[in-house]
């Protein structure tokens, strides 16, 4: 399972997420916690510069069509910044043995694209809405 480091600034992170074709991730600690989920939703709602949250708003679009190209001028804002700052705490999860079902109410309900998959506490997964779709069509 792709991670990031709560440390890392927010232009690493999306490096990391553009480098693996992702638009969310799983943020750890030093010790490999889980401390919530960084996504390209976070650098929409958090980016004070307009065409930050333009291309932001673009790259969430096609997310695995296009990379996420800010302009040179929001770099710094992205530089500065870190994922800790930007993610969403508290990420929800589910158990492996979660059937399809439990997880379409569970993205339903919560109203969110992707659910850690955690087993004793310790991260062994994560699914996403287009794993379902993918799953449901076979492909």
């Known amino acids: 399972v ?3 480091n709560a440390g890392l600034s927010v232009a690493e992170g999306l490096a990391a997420l553009g480098g693996d ?5 799983p943020v750890i600690d030093d ?4 401390l919530g989920v960084f996504s390209i939703t976070d650098v929409a709602n958090n980016a004070e510069s307009p065409s930050a ?3 932001a708003e673009r790259w969430r679009a096609g997310a695995e069509d296009e990379e996420f190209s800010p302009e040179d001028s929001d770099l710094e804002a992205l530089t500065d910044a870190r994922v800790q700052d930007w993610m969403t705490p508290d990420a929800l999860s589910v158990a492996p043995k979660t059937t399809l ?11 969110v694209h992707r659910l850690l998959v955690l087993d004793d506490g ?5 699914v996403s809405t287009m794993d ?3 799953h449901i069509a076979g492909a």
């Open 31 to 34: 010790s490999g916690r889980v």
């Open 21 to 25: 074709r992702v638009s969310g991730a």
């Open 53 to 55: 949250r333009l291309a």
């Open 132 to 134: 379902v779709a993918r």
């Open 122 to 126: 310790k991260l062994v997964g994560i």
């Open 101 to 111: 079902q439990e997880l379409c109410r569970e993205f339903v309900s919560a109203s």
């Open 2 to 4: 792709m991670t990031l």
